[in-house]
């Protein structure tokens, strides 16, 4: 949710970004900033966003998951008090590269952790959530943000950390790093403590731990060296796997389409309901979409789920951009058609909330190994930081230069290609604990090798062959 709200922020804030400052009501607080300094401020959370995932994918193997996730919260904090007490371009740099930081920490650590303590059963259902509460922290922004002022909503962003840090550090650690600790007694009363704390159910707990116990010693036994993450043939189809919807997930748009929502539905002309009420309509989309995730996602599979939204995704923005084109650069009386916008994009949300948005954290926590699950996290982290990045950035200066529909047309092509590769490279994970998952990801690997010596086996024997038949006729020609 922390991380929702630094997300959202910008969206209601960026008509206080301004180069002329007498477009201004007097009694609103405002930043005055050109339209490429306002593009660095939505985007420059990014670069903090890099930093962070490599160190913190070594580090949450030393010092735990609970603590890594902890030091997000004074992060946060010192960031909103910045927004709050400081009025300058240049500050909002250093707050959005600080909340970066605190991004790439949460976006790292956060779907190992709730893989973890998840039972196999639930992991699904509980891994979507992680993106609910980013999606109810960006609809917080975008509900609160048009009807209060500017440091009244950086007070209300700031106490979403501090409630976090009052809460969360009650919680567990992982049982999967306390065995990796050789911590068992520690493992077994967190387990315990997260399964419920029945006395029924000790036997069940012992199980489980016993379990646990045999993944992350089998697991354990390869090196935690950063290459370890590329130097099986599972573990690079993995990084592949998970790399794959990664990209699908940022080349949708999202990433930029939330950010920039009030600007982009402000060049709807006509439209029955103002900037400020479509981006809050979109937010609250997105929000409600994430529970039927949490329930289908356990049920008809990860694969589904994914495919639907790629293309349904594609579908919808190729919808907006074709409206934009046609508004901004012919002319065409679209004023019948002014609903289009906000129907496509509203349903490109809801699409993108049912699959790509919930799921990255879900595969990022099954097809990771033990030993692997930090490092490969952090690289993930910043497959999706680099390409977010590169979209935030230049939406508005596509906007500027060419059309905002170019953007919309960009997003559509990307959804659609990652719907290809998702069908073909994407296997199921539903129901599975993490040991069976690395098995199947064995045995695709040792079915493929079997079968590409089988097709060179095949052709060595068509080539004696050949040899064997232009002898045989090379000996009735001498005869």
């Known amino acids: 949710m922390m991380a929702g709200t630094s997300m959202g922020w910008p969206s209601p804030v960026l008509r206080l970004f ?66 709050i007490f400081t009025k300058h371009v240049y500050v909002l740099y250093v707050v959005r590269f600080m909340q970066g930081l605190a991004m790439g920490i949460v976006f790292t650590v956060a779907p190992m952790y709730i893989g973890e303590i998840s039972g196999a059963k639930c992991r699904g259902a509980l891994s979507t959530f992680f993106i609910g509460m980013l999606n109810t922290g960006i609809l917080l922004e975008y509900t609160v943000g048009p009807y209060v002022d500017y440091d009244t909503l950086a007070y209300v962003s700031l106490v979403i950390p501090v409630v976090f840090l009052m809460t969360f550090i009650w919680m567990p650690e992982s049982p999967y790093f306390l065995i990796m600790k050789g911590r068992d007694v520690d493992a077994r009363k967190s387990l315990f403590w997260l399964r419920g704390g029945r006395e029924s159910s000790k036997d069940k707990i012992n199980l489980e731990l016993s379990n646990i116990k045999q993944d992350v010693e089998r697991e354990m036994k390869l090196s935690d060296d950063f290459m370890d993450i590329i130097s099986t043939p599972a573990n690079r189809r993995s990084l592949l796997i998970v790399q794959i919807v990664a990209v699908a997930d940022v080349i949708s748009g999202m990433s930029a389409v939330l950010p920039y929502a ?82 496509s994009i509203t349903c490109f949300a809801v699409i993108y909330s049912i699959g790509l948005g919930p799921l990255v954290p879900t595969l990022q926590g099954e097809f990771f190994p033990s030993n692997t699950r930090g490092l490969a996290g952090g690289v993930t982290t ?87 038949n232009n002898n045989v006729t090379k000996c009735k020609i001498e005869a």
């Open 382 to 468: 910043i497959t999706l930081t680099v390409i977010s990045f590169l979209v935030m950035k230049m939406y508005q200066v596509i906007c500027d230069h060419y059309g905002v529909y170019l953007n919309f047309y960009i997003y559509s092509l990307g959804c659609i290609i990652c719907g290809v590769l998702v069908y073909f490279i994407i296997p199921e994970s539903k129901g599975k604990t993490f040991a069976q998952i690395q098995e199947e990801l064995n045995k695709h690997i040792a079915h493929k090798s079997k079968l590409k010596e089988q097709r060179k086996q095949n052709k060595i024997n068509r080539n004696n062959e050949k040899a064997d």
């Open 262 to 343: 009030s600007s982009t539905f402000a060049r709807t002309e006509g439209s029955l309901i103002t900037p400020d009420e479509c981006t809050l309509l979109l937010g609250i989309l997105v929000f409600l979409s994430t529970f039927p995730t949490a329930f289908l996602v356990d049920r008809t599979g990860r694969r589904p789920l994914l495919l639907v939204s790629c293309f349904g995704s594609g579908i919808s923005q190729l919808i907006a951009g074709t409206y934009y084109l046609l508004s901004e650069n012919y002319t065409v009386d679209l004023s019948k058609f002014n609903w289009i916008p906000l129907i």
């Open 18 to 83: 301004k180069s002329n400052i007498t477009d201004m009501f007097r009694n609103e607080t405002y930043i005055e900033m050109t339209s490429a300094e306002s593009s660095w401020v939505v985007s420059i959370i990014e670069l903090g966003n890099l930093v962070t995932p490599i160190p913190i994918g070594f580090l949450v193997d030393y010092v735990g998951r609970k603590p890594c996730l902890l030091t997000t919260g004074p992060l946060y904090i010192i960031s909103w008090l910045l927004v």
